[in-house]
């Protein structure tokens, strides 16, 4: 795996799945990129055809990411039809099959007899359609492939969303740079990585928000202000993440959902995120992730720029950040930062 070769940086969010085919000595602004449906869309979309046809399902394959495709298998099962899965696609809707079960899915050990019956395989990844697109036009897949994925972790009997926060806060205290969070064999929990390296053997995988974090940081204008300290927002489609970063060191992190926030309230929760006043019990409360500061952070005086980025920045122009672009592609964000996460890894240090 060397980085020379060139890069495939996927960053999956709920709505879309960005592309960048990067290969060394071309300028980025020449690479291949595409914007995409997200698996998650498209399988949605194959539901609400089955929905329309009058067709029960059987869902095969392997977790992934939920959003789109969870609120398409509800809105099947209202209309009065059949959900079957396997075990392992079953998960996405759940980490508790008890209670993917108490939803009116069926877990099946194989493809149900009855019909009429549909089949649609679930995972978050097809590289197979990602490399026909791309030699449609003569772009080969390059040796070195890096996905993106929001991975809450496996918590079968604990809400996600602290389960997830709680390694945040981890990661927070133990002072790793999110360059770090770039993995080759990620750890049992992170079951929607795994199931990204079981469709893409030797694939690295990242969190999508460190993505877009350290993809924000590769904007000039950030990175210009980047020791004096800045606050990064990514505003996702379905998740806010904001990051305190001074130099190389995370300061602290937040998330929350899009949908329950609006300009004046993020405003508000920013400026106490960055003053250490804000919660991690009030944001869950909220429905949020969490919060997190490391100790000191309000004191350093730092923090007064803000940089935004993601999806749904101009619904928050109100916050006056910065409207980060870098490399002149806010969409490709994400992948920026995937790449500068494998370049960092890959690259042999001098010294």
């Excluded at 960005?18 to 539901?47: F, Q, Y």
């Excluded at 604990?158 to 740079?177: C, I, P, T």
């Excluded at 990514?234 to 001074?246: D, F, K, S, T």
């Excluded at 991690?280 to 923090?303: K, T």
Aim: with cysteine.
């Amino acid at each position: 795996m060397h980085v020379e070769n060139g890069v495939l940086a996927i960053d999956i969010g709920s709505g879309t799945q960005d592309i960048l085919v990067w290969r060394h000595g071309i300028p980025m602004e020449n690479c291949p990129k595409m914007i995409l449906p997200s698996a998650t869309t498209i399988l949605a979309r194959k539901i609400d055809q089955a929905t329309k046809h009058g067709e029960h399902l059987f869902l095969s394959g392997t977790v992934m990411g939920g959003g789109p495709s969870s609120a398409a298998v509800r809105r099947h099962l209202k209309a009065g039809f059949r959900v079957t899965a396997l075990e392992r696609p079953a998960l996405t809707f759940h980490d508790n099959l008890d209670k993917v079960r108490r939803m009116g899915i069926e877990i099946v050990e194989k493809r149900p007899t009855f019909k009429p019956l549909t089949e649609l395989t679930m995972g978050d990844l097809n590289l197979s359609a990602i490399d026909q697109a791309l030699a449609l036009f003569g772009v080969s897949l390059p040796e070195t492939m890096a996905v993106a994925v929001q991975d809450h972790g496996f918590s079968p009997d604990e809400s996600n969303r602290v389960f997830r926060f709680r390694q945040w806060d981890e990661l927070l205290h133990a002072e790793k740079g999110f360059s770090d969070l770039l993995y080759e064999n990620p750890p049992d929990h992170l079951t929607r990585m795994r199931a990204i390296c079981e469709i893409a053997p030797g694939a690295l995988v990242m969190d999508t928000g460190v993505a877009a974090v350290l993809g924000a940081l590769t904007d000039p204008w950030i990175s210009a202000r980047r020791d004096e300290g800045v606050v990064i927002v990514n505003i996702g489609n379905e998740h806010i993440l904001a990051a305190l970063v001074q130099g190389n060191k995370v300061w602290g992190i937040y998330e929350h959902h899009t949908s329950l926030m609006d300009p004046e309230k993020l405003k508000e929760h920013l400026a106490r995120f960055k003053n250490e006043d804000l919660s991690n019990q009030e944001i869950l409360d909220e429905m949020g992730h969490g919060c997190a500061v490391l100790p000191g952070a309000s004191r350093l005086g730092s923090f007064h720029h803000l940089g935004v980025t993601g999806p749904n920045r101009e619904r928050f122009s109100a916050l006056n950040g910065h409207m980060a672009a870098p490399f002149g592609d806010m969409m490709l964000t994400g992948c920026f930062g995937i790449l500068e996460a494998v370049k960092k890894r890959l690259t042999p240090q001098n010294g």
